[in-house]
């Protein structure tokens, strides 16, 4: 056991209470605290954690290292305390580099997709009886946990982009599903924003692999500038495998391909050809959406260059129990189903609403959206209302600030001022239980976002039950 001692300011976040876990793992002396109670607070206590809410920096010691996300404020009590004393800091992602030093580390990057693509790949690894080590920044089904201590040589994680913490890591593969323009509120420009993924792809280390979704522009781009003689490394660039996917032809410059050929689609699941050369592999996913088939193919080609064969691959995606708050049912009341959903970015939004029609066949399509992170709602206001407006009614409530403070101005109305049919209710609560009234029969009732949100399910599903049981 490490004599070290390691103290994690708000470890019940669902990044930080993962790592813990790693820590945990493997034997290493630590403590956390939070704000506030919650399951993952829970969950690290039963693991005999010792965890506290609130703060207490009279409990912080010098021989201790302050394992902190870029959630917390330098005037957090125990940041200060922990600054007073000397103490050493390890930022989150620092942190997880250390979790999973000395293994094959597979880190998945993009603006979105990364939780729903790196747990299919965790679960698609273990299947195949790789047992990988995993940190997922959601719930994986299949294990009920977002973290596990494998006994194999892989370690799979999210590489979060969103404050350029993930150029802290050295990854063996780097997955990476997209680059549209997101959290300009610490980049400034959306080409600041993509050169953090080119500054990304010169942490992989020598002899490694990138796998680029190529329908995407910005990967496109990307790739495009590595493959230039005048890429800042190109010299770097020479020693590492490119490869692609899409449904779309492939741009010029990689080494391999995947080619997507969408087959069948249901309500309940998805399936297409995976074209890689000479070989053709049939691939059905148990959920629906052409956008899980993109995630389903960076996932096959990470597992080819690890070794499997196609047929094994597709044996074990085709069991894929996916990810909590990703299209995840939580309860069924009177025919009217009630879905959450985390998607917070408007791709995501728009490429769940597709998902939920297709699942909702003939009914109505409802839906509840709190916007997150006031700055995202100014930057990305238009295209939230346009992928918004594929519902049939949509109620947006008030903005889940998480790290940010307010901004003048900036409210949840310049979203719903933008649409054609929703409309603006500040208090969740409220507008859950007025989609609980407005539902009929067949109709399916989407909870998206990703603050809390995702309680307005229970609020729903009360109010259904006490509709159909008078």
């Known amino acids: 056991m490490s004599k070290e001692k390691y103290h994690f300011i708000g470890v019940g976040g669902a990044g930080m209470s993962v790592v813990a876990q790693l820590f945990f793992a493997r034997g290493w002396q630590l403590t956390g605290s939070d704000q506030n109670d919650s399951a993952n607070l829970k969950k690290l206590r039963e693991l005999g954690i010792h965890c506290w809410v609130g703060t207490r920096p009279q409990l912080i010691t010098s021989?201790?290292?302050?394992?902190?996300?870029?959630?917390?404020?330098?005037?957090?009590?125990?940041?200060?305390?922990?600054?007073?004393?000397?103490?050493?800091?390890?930022?989150?992602?620092?942190?997880?580099?250390?979790?999973?030093?000395?293994?094959?580390?597979?880190?998945?990057?993009?603006?979105?997709?990364?939780?729903?693509?790196?747990?299919?790949?965790?679960?698609?690894?273990?299947?195949?009886?790789?047992?990988?080590?995993?940190?997922?920044?959601?719930?994986?089904?299949?294990?009920?946990?977002?973290?596990?201590?494998?006994?194999?040589?892989?370690?799979?994680?999210?590489?979060d982009e969103s404050d350029a913490s993930f150029l802290n890591y050295r990854p063996q593969v780097a997955i990476i599903t997209n680059i549209e323009p997101d959290?300009?509120?610490?980049?400034?420009?959306?080409?600041?924003?993509?050169?953090?993924?080119?500054?990304?792809?010169?942490?992989?280390?020598?002899?490694?692999?990138?796998?680029?979704?190529?329908?995407?522009?910005?990967?496109?781009?990307?790739?495009?500038?590595?493959?230039?003689?005048?890429?800042?490394?190109?010299?770097?660039?020479?020693?590492?495998?490119?490869?692609?996917?899409?449904?779309?032809?492939?741009?010029?410059?990689?080494?391999?391909?995947?080619?997507?050929?969408?087959?069948?689609?249901?309500?309940?699941?998805?399936?297409?050809?995976?074209?890689?050369?000479?070989?053709?592999?049939?691939?059905?996913?148990?959920?629906?959406?052409?956008?899980?088939?993109?995630?389903?193919?960076?996932?096959?080609?990470?597992?080819?260059?690890?070794?499997?064969?196609?047929?094994?691959?597709?044996?074990?995606?085709?069991?894929?129990?996916?990810?909590?708050?990703?299209?995840?049912?939580?309860?069924?009341?009177?025919?009217?189903?009630?879905?959450?959903?985390?998607?917070?970015?408007?791709?995501?939004v728009e490429a769940l609403m597709h998902q939920a029609r297709e699942a909702a066949v003939t009914g109505r399509v409802l839906a509840l959206f709190q916007p997150h992170l006031y700055s995202r709602t100014r930057n990305f206001a238009s295209r939230f209302a346009s992928a918004l407006d594929l519902a049939d009614q949509v109620i947006v409530c008030d903005i889940f600030g998480a790290r940010e403070d307010p901004i003048p101005g900036v409210t949840s109305q310049i979203i719903t001022d933008k649409m054609q049919h929703g409309s603006y209710l500040p208090d969740r609560d409220t507008a859950a239980r007025l989609l609980a009234e407005a539902a009929q029969p067949g109709d399916l009732i989407l909870t998206v976002g990703a603050g809390d949100v995702t309680a307005a399910g229970a609020v729903i599903l009360r109010t259904l039950e006490q509709r159909f049981a008078q």
Do not use: W
């Open 63 to 159: 021989e201790m290292t302050v394992v902190y996300s870029s959630a917390i404020h330098p005037d957090n009590p125990e940041f200060a305390a922990a600054k007073a004393a000397g103490c050493k800091f390890l930022h989150r992602s620092q942190a997880l580099a250390l979790a999973s030093a000395d293994c094959k580390f597979v880190a998945v990057a993009g603006a979105h997709g990364k939780t729903t693509t790196s747990g299919m790949l965790a679960q698609t690894f273990s299947q195949l009886g790789a047992d990988p080590s995993f940190a997922v920044g959601g719930v994986v089904r299949h294990y009920q946990t977002g973290a596990h201590l494998g006994k194999g040589d892989y370690f799979i994680a999210e590489a």
């Open 183 to 348: 959290h300009l509120d610490n980049y400034g420009s959306a080409e600041k924003f993509e050169q953090a993924f080119f500054d990304f792809t010169n942490c992989i280390k020598p002899g490694g692999t990138v796998i680029l979704c190529t329908d995407d522009p910005g990967c496109c781009r990307l790739l495009a500038r590595l493959r230039s003689p005048q890429g800042a490394a190109a010299d770097q660039k020479s020693k590492i495998q490119m490869l692609g996917y899409g449904i779309k032809n492939p741009p010029a410059g990689l080494d391999r391909f995947c080619q997507v050929k969408p087959q069948e689609e249901e309500p309940a699941s998805v399936s297409a050809e995976f074209i890689l050369g000479e070989e053709s592999t049939t691939v059905r996913l148990p959920m629906p959406g052409q956008h899980n088939l993109l995630n389903a193919a960076a996932v096959f080609l990470a597992a080819q260059v690890a070794g499997f064969s196609g047929s094994e691959i597709s044996q074990a995606l085709g069991d894929f129990a996916g990810t909590a708050r990703r299209f995840e049912t939580k309860g069924e009341v009177g025919r009217i189903r009630v879905i959450d959903d985390y998607a917070h970015h408007p791709t995501e």
